[in-house]
T-cell receptor, first 112, second 115 residues
């Protein structure tokens, strides 16, 4: 089955700096890669996703890149703000399987 | 409802007792998923429902865990003879019908503590 590795497990940045979180996946049939943000005590919420037919997607301060050959994808957050502090999860979905396989999460702390 | 609703929000139970966790998905969402999140860990897949059937129950950790869904809506996750290692947040999610690879909307979760 699919295996998703996520790094780093924790990340601390200064407000205004950029943050990058990386994930690798094992199943070359995966074609959908969402990122979820989970604030303390709250539910995970989708912030951005990418499908395998594109290499990059942007939405304001966040972007995701996908390298299908290397089987890795990354989340980029620019001009970080304290409200970006949360746990971020990457996920992958192999073709033909409905349920997402999640990474272990990255705790991002943005220092004001 | 406006979102995925789970109950109870918190449950403390004694080791060996059975518990039932409820999930009410977004109206019209035919796909429903249960995940488990242990402290500081990622989301571990348990079971997926499409309508009332469960085509993927590969993540259930033991035969003490079972789930059902009725009327294509509410789902119940049952844990029998609870153990301390069952302590975790149990999250339910649903997604709309149609093509694969659509957003999964999560509930707030049920925090289960086995003492």
């Amino acid at each position: 089955g699919e295996n998703v590795e996520q790094h780093p497990s924790t990340l601390s940045v200064q407000e205004g700096d950029s943050a990058v979180i990386k994930c690798t996946y094992s199943d070359s049939a995966s074609n959908y890669f969402p990122w979820y943000k989970q604030e303390l005590g709250k539910r995970p919420q989708l912030i951005i996703d990418i499908r395998s037919n594109v290499g990059e997607k942007k939405d304001q301060r966040i972007a995701v890149t996908l390298n299908k050959t290397a089987k890795h994808f990354s989340l980029h957050i620019t001009e970080t703000q304290p409200e970006d502090s949360a746990v971020y999860f990457c996920a992958a979905n192999p073709t033909g399987r409905r349920a997402l396989t999640f990474g272990s999460g990255t705790r991002l702390q943005v220092q004001p | 409802g406006a979102g995925v609703s789970q109950s109870p929000s918190n449950k403390v139970t004694e080791k060996g007792k059975d518990v039932e966790l409820r999930c009410d998905p977004i109206s019209g969402h035919t796909a429903l998923y249960w995940y488990r999140q242990s402290l500081g860990q990622g989301l571990e897949f348990l079971i997926y429902f499409q309508g009332n059937s469960a085509p993927d129950k590969s993540g259930l950790p033991s035969d003490r865990f079972s789930a059902e869904r009725t009327g294509g809506s509410v789902s119940t996750l049952t844990i029998q003879r609870t153990q301390q290692e069952d302590s975790a947040v149990y999250l339910c999610a649903s997604s709309r019908p149609g093509a694969l690879n659509t957003e999964a909307f999560f509930g707030q979760g049920t925090r289960l503590t086995v003492v």
